[in-house]
């Protein structure tokens, strides 16, 4: 697995959930990790414990993105992570929630390519990593805004694979499916409350939707990133790396 010895790294979103896994992981393979968030309550603890650094930041803000990318400066590796869902029907689908939900999952993490790439094409080496879902190569009901977003985020990791294909610099999405985070609790709470059902019930729905019946771990989600990291995986380009138990499958 990937030893990242001297490589410095950022992770969006990295205060919790798949973040907060990736960051870890990264740094037990040896980068110097710097988190970014909303929240400095949660960065801070994972910033302790991995010995790195953290930039507070809301990426729906374009002001905001850009301080942060000019605090955090050049790095080798760059995980988009930071997300959000929101489910409506069609007609509850407001043009608010699209704009935010298109520009956190969308649009800020072709603008911190965009201002991040540059540096590592000049050094011959860097690794980007966008943590899509497998929304992105699918389709879910009462979710137009995220699928449209996440699809276009993985239209961004294939259109740049080839511009950056001879550089030295590599990109891939990571697709999982239902994670063990916050965000599928807070799916689960809302399945539950919507459809008055125990809460174990909600959650056994959506583990059903995968065929290992099992949601998926952050740890898993980060194991890929790293592996994406490593001299041996430079021929992994372009990806859409799925991580749902075969959920698209069925």
Not at 129 to 145: D, Q
Not at 200 to 224: F, G
Request: aromatic share 4%; proline share 2%.
């Amino acid at each position: 697995m990937a030893a990242l010895d001297g490589k410095r790294a950022l992770v969006t979103g990295g205060g919790r959930g798949i973040g907060e896994a990736i960051a870890r992981a990264l740094a037990a393979a040896g980068a110097r990790v710097v988190v970014c968030g909303r929240s400095e309550t949660g960065l801070v603890g994972v910033a302790t414990a991995i010995g790195g650094s953290l930039v507070v930041a809301d990426l729906t803000d374009r002001a905001s993105t850009d301080r942060m990318v000019a605090e955090v400066g050049v790095v080798d590796i760059l995980v988009n992570n930071a997300g959000a869902a929101e489910s409506a029907p069609l007609d509850r689908t407001s043009d608010a929630m699209w704009d935010r939900i298109v520009e956190l999952d969308a649009t800020a993490p072709f603008r911190i390519i965009r201002a991040l790439a540059p540096a590592m094409i000049a050094a011959g080496w860097g690794r980007i990593i966008n943590v899509a879902s497998n929304a992105g190569v699918s389709g879910y009901g009462y979710t137009t805004a995220y699928c449209a977003a996440k699809h276009a985020l993985v239209g961004v990791t294939r259109a740049l694979a080839v511009d950056l294909a001879r550089t030295g610099v590599t990109i891939n999405a990571l697709c999982p499916g239902w994670v063990d985070t916050a965000m599928a609790h807070e799916a689960i709470d809302r399945i539950a409350r919507v459809t008055k059902r125990t809460a174990d019930d909600a959650r056994a729905q959506l583990a059903a939707m995968s065929p290992q019946r099992r949601l998926i771990t952050a740890d898993e989600v980060a194991y890929a990133a790293v592996m994406l990291c490593d001299h041996a995986a430079r021929g992994i380009h372009g990806q859409t790396i799925v991580i749902d138990g075969g959920a698209i499958l069925k």
